[in-house]
């Protein structure tokens, strides 16, 4: 059972990568504030550019796939059964404790706040928690992530789906790409390209759910590539690459949105983040930065913060708005977000990972 690592919930042997992903998660957090009183594409100014919650979305797949990397260095496939057992605990049990806080403000919502937001002037898309129905497909795809649809209880978690079904199939991955002979290799890896470019001219590639599935696959591929080829990439980690790591990331900030392919976009997002974690690795000044004590916070955080902020973004803006003024409660919903994501890290991440490593007997 110990070829399966038993990595940390808050500490690992690359602690600056949990810094990352919990400044990527406040920037969500910062673009849903934003999105409530604003058309979405509106912050695309250099000076809005912590609002960049879509760049969250592609760092968190190649963090995932650089730290499922590590995680899966000495795997066997006899201890699969294992790894999804422990992905399992790691993702469901906070997952379900913010949907049932969903449903539970949303039935509380309807029954005492329904008629509050009338002279607010919110985007669209902020009532489509209220407008939730409780129908077949909402139990299917909230509770098994086995598909996408059906999350208005929390719009954020789309990426969750993707989240599972690639980490399921992650090993396999990791096996093909890296252990298996060469030949073997070369024509996946063309199989997969033909494939993507098959599905990008039939315009499924990056809008239906399942072809996705190989879309979303390539950055958990570059986060592969990342933890496998770290030594040789030593040489894109210093101030310049940084800096260049930086453009790439807010890249349609810089430019104010003149980008219009999606697939563009995030192509060079993508490479912005190759860039920032090989530097989080390997460039001593950004790790100092990175491992400042609010940002470790954030980062130990950042999975429970994700979850929680939408639901308590949707219910507080019900049940406050017309008691505080829409600045003041913005910073009411981060404050509040912060506390329950903390409380649910201690209450319910650590203890289910730990849980699971007593089942496996760690």
Same mark, same amino acid.
């Given at each position: ?181 060469? =030949? ?126 939408? =639901? ?51």
């Amino acid at each position: 059972m110990a070829a399966i690592t038993n990595h940390k919930l808050d500490s690992h042997k690359y602690p600056a990568l949990d810094s990352l992903r919990g400044i990527a998660a406040v920037m969500v957090i910062f673009q849903h504030l934003w999105e409530m009183s604003y058309p979405s594409d509106d912050r695309l100014r250099p000076w809005w550019f912590f609002c960049a919650g879509h760049e969250a979305v592609i760092l968190f797949f190649v963090l995932s796939g650089f730290v499922l990397s590590h995680q899966l260095r000495l795997f066997r496939f006899e201890h699969y059964h294992q790894f999804v057992f422990k992905r399992v605990m790691r993702i469901y049990p906070a997952y379900y404790a913010a949907l049932l806080f969903s449903g539970i403000m949303l039935v509380v919502v309807n029954h005492h706040f329904a008629g509050s937001l009338s002279n607010l002037n919110l985007q669209q898309w902020f009532y489509i928690w209220s407008q939730t129905t409780f129908d077949k497909t909402l139990w299917l795809g909230s509770l098994t992530l086995i598909t996408h649809e059906g999350s208005s209880l929390n719009v954020a978690v789309w990426s969750l789906y993707f989240e599972m079904w690639l980490s399921l199939a992650f090993p396999l991955l990791l096996w093909l790409l890296f252990r298996a002979a060469k =030949p073997l290799r070369g024509a996946i890896l063309a199989v997969l390209l033909l494939g993507s470019v098959y599905l990008w001219f039939s315009g499924r590639f990056m809008d239906d759910q399942w072809e996705s599935l190989l879309y979303y696959a390539w950055y958990f591929m570059l986060g592969m590539v990342i933890y496998h080829y770290q030594p040789w990439l030593r040489k894109a980690a210093g101030c310049c690459w940084l800096i260049l790591g930086v453009l790439l990331y807010f890249c349609n900030y810089w430019l104010c949105g003149w980008l219009s392919s999606r697939l563009v976009q995030e192509l060079i997002i993508a490479g912005g983040s190759f860039l920032l974690i090989v530097n989080a690795i390997h460039f001593p000044s950004f790790q100092q930065v990175l491992g400042g004590s609010l940002l470790k916070f954030y980062g130990k955080i950042s999975y429970s913060l994700y979850l929680f902020h939408l =639901p308590l973004l949707y219910s507080l803006t019900y049940i406050l708005a017309n008691r505080v003024e829409i600045g003041a409660l913005k910073v009411i919903i981060f404050i509040t977000a912060t506390i329950v994501a903390t409380i649910s890290y201690y209450a319910i991440e650590k203890p289910a990972v730990r849980f699971a490593n007593r089942i496996l007997g760690r």
